[in-house]
């Protein structure tokens, strides 16, 4: 029950079924909190649970895997059909925190040997590099509105947003030198050493599945065009958006840059 509640705080699948109208029908600034801190709490939660059970618990990473798979392929799969950003990104942190549970399921198939830390390390280094980029875009998203379509010409009107925004979303990607790209480096390196090159061969596909979702943002960004009789949303240019989208394109660049000091200090 333990395990199916933190799966639940994960939005990993089957338990994922509360994220997509949870992230439409709640306020974009506080979707932007409720998408990435307790996500960020329940992998720190399943890593210390993990790192305990593993060793008494036979078959758990084969459990950890299957959820993981399943929330990456349903993540990603039902994100390219949405038109709504924040059911998008809904989707997008299921297919994410499959990622999240395959550095874990690379853990516990150690069962308390030494192997297991990267595994852990690894999780808890892409908890973090996907939760900066992931706020980031709920705060554009609270500024310009929900539709993808409200993205249309943002390079034009904002082009310090819509450059920022482009930065987060390719992070997320995993495209080198962001911090992303680390995140996904090493937890596919921690599962290939657990041996599960079947869950690696689904991560990897269904990593470039989701950039067609990403990049269809960023195609409306920059090549859209926004009618003339369509208004922003009320919360656009909020003093407090710059300075936090600003703040979360240096972290994201900085974690990519500084991956390896990072990663000793989490014991990798």
Partial sequence: LTRVGLFAKMS?????????DAYAGAPAASVAFVSTV???????AMVRLVQVMAPGVDGLSVVIAAVA??????????????TDLRRMMAYSGIAHSGYL???LSAGASFAGADGGAYGFGATLFYALAY??????????????????RRMAALATRRPVAAWAMALFLVSLIGIPPLAGFFGKLYL???????????LVIVAVLLSVVSAGYYFRIMREMFFGERAENEESAPLARAPFAAVALALAALITVAIGIGASPLLEALGL
Avoid: C, D, R
């Fill in 101 to 103: 549970l395959m550095g």
């Fill in 131 to 148: 939760a900066v980029p992931s706020m980031a875009v709920m705060f554009v998203v609270a500024e310009e509105g929900t539709e993808i």
């Fill in 69 to 82: 798979a399943a929330s990456i392929l349903l993540g990603n799969l039902a994100a390219l059909t949405q």
């Fill in 188 to 198: 596919f390196g921690s599962t290939i050493g657990s041996g599960q090159y079947w």
């Fill in 38 to 44: 307790p996500k960020l709490a329940g992998t720190a």
């Fill in 12 to 20: 990993a699948a089957p338990f994922h079924f509360w994220a997509p």
